[in-house]
C-alpha cells in the first residue's frame, strides 16, 4: 500500500464530514451496486490482472472487492478522510489524495473507471474536460474509460426534495434528500446525520423501524415496501426531537449524455457507446447513463 498527498487548496474537506457515514452504509452498499454494471460492461474487456483506476473512489470498498479478483488497483479521491478508510478497507491497494480534475500519472493503466455517478460533482462541461484529459493521459493506448452520470432529465423527474434513502440505528440515523433546478441544471443532495451521544429515548417511529428494518430491507426493491421505508424516514426527520441533525449539501450538475460526448471527442476517446445498465441506447428520464470509450 502507498500513498499521495496533495495541495490543501485541492482538498475536498467538506466530504471528510461524512465519511465515517459513507464507509458505513454508503459505501459498502454502492459497492453491489456498481459491481454489476463493470461485470457487465468493463471487466470482460479487459485481462484478468489489468490495472485499474478508480477516480473518485471513495471509502475503497469496490477496490478492494477488484482487488479480490486479482485486478491491481488504484484510487483517487479529493477526500483525506475517505482515503483514511480506503486505506483500511483495501489495504493492497494505492490511493493518492487527488483532485480529479489536477491529478498526474503516467499512462500505465489498461482501464479507468468513475462509478456512483460521481462525475455529477463536477460543476461544468470545461472542468469534465480536465477530467477527461486526465484521465486519457493516465490510459494506455487502447485503454477502456468507463463511466456513470445522472443525466439532467433522470435528475428532473427523481430530484424533487424528498427522501429517497436512509437508515436508523441504535445510535445514529441518516437521511438523503435529493434536490434539482431544472432551469439551472443543477442541485444538491442533501445528508442529514442524527447522532445520540447519550442512550435514546423510546421513539415509536423507531421501534417500528426496528420491528420491520430485516423485511424492508429484504424488500425494498417492491414498490409498497420502500414506500413504507421511505414514509418512517420522513417521520423520523421531521419529528425526532432526541437526536441532533447535521446537514451537509453537496452540489451536483445535471449534464446531458451528448454534450458528454462531444467532449470526450474532443479530447480524443473513439468508440464512444452510451447506453443504460440495461444495454439499451435509448436514454430516458427513468435510467443512468453509462459511457464506455477507449483512447
Not at 474509460?145 to 437508515?167: K, P
Not at 445535471?254 to 460526448?261: R, T, V
Not at 462531444?262 to 441506447?281: H, K, M, P, Y
Request: hydrophobic share 35%; aromatic share 12%.
Amino acid at each position: 500500500m502507498s500513498s499521495e498527498k496533495i495541495s490543501s487548496h485541492d482538498h475536498y474537506s467538506e466530504y471528510d464530514t461524512w465519511a465515517w457515514l459513507y464507509n458505513e452504509t454508503m459505501g459498502p452498499q454502492y459497492r453491489q451496486n456498481q459491481l454489476q454494471p463493470l461485470e457487465k460492461m468493463l471487466l470482460p474487456q479487459i485481462s484478468p490482472n489489468a490495472e485499474l483506476l478508480d477516480v473518485c473512489c471513495g471509502t475503497g470498498h469496490l477496490v478492494q472487492n477488484l482487488i479480490e479478483r486479482g485486478y491491481q488497483l488504484t484510487g483517487i479521491d479529493g477526500s483525506e478522510q475517505m482515503l483514511n478508510y480506503a486505506r483500511k478497507n483495501a489495504p493492497q491497494g494505492k490511493f493518492i489524495l487527488a483532485d480529479a480534475r489536477t491529478f498526474e500519472l503516467p499512462p500505465t493503466f489498461d482501464a479507468v473507471f468513475s462509478t456512483s455517478a460521481s462525475l455529477n460533482h463536477i460543476m461544468s462541461i470545461a472542468e469534465l474536460k480536465q477530467v477527461f484529459q486526465r484521465v486519457y493521459t493516465a490510459l494506455q493506448n487502447n485503454g477502456i474509460f468507463f463511466f456513470d452520470i445522472n443525466h439532467h432529465e433522470q435528475m428532473e423527474r427523481w430530484w424533487n426534495g424528498e427522501v429517497v434513502e436512509g437508515e436508523i440505528k441504535s445510535t445514529y440515523a441518516w437521511t438523503l434528500t435529493p434536490k434539482y433546478n431544472s432551469s439551472e441544471r443543477t442541485g444538491h443532495f442533501k445528508v442529514t446525520m442524527f447522532q445520540s451521544k447519550s442512550q435514546p429515548k423510546f421513539s415509536p417511529i423507531r421501534s417500528i423501524w426496528y420491528f420491520l428494518s430485516p423485511l424492508l430491507n429484504k424488500l425494498q426493491n417492491i414498490s409498497l415496501f420502500y414506500k413504507i421505508r421511505l414514509k418512517l424516514l420522513r417521520l423520523f426527520q421531521s419529528q425526532e426531537k432526541n437526536w441532533q441533525p447535521i446537514d451537509v449539501s453537496y452540489p451536483v450538475r445535471g449534464h446531458q449524455p451528448e454534450e458528454l460526448k462531444i467532449a470526450l471527442q474532443e479530447i480524443g476517446f473513439v468508440d464512444i457507446n452510451i447506453c443504460t445498465l440495461e444495454g439499451s441506447t435509448t436514454i430516458d428520464n427513468k435510467h443512468s447513463a453509462y459511457f464506455i470509450c477507449r483512447k
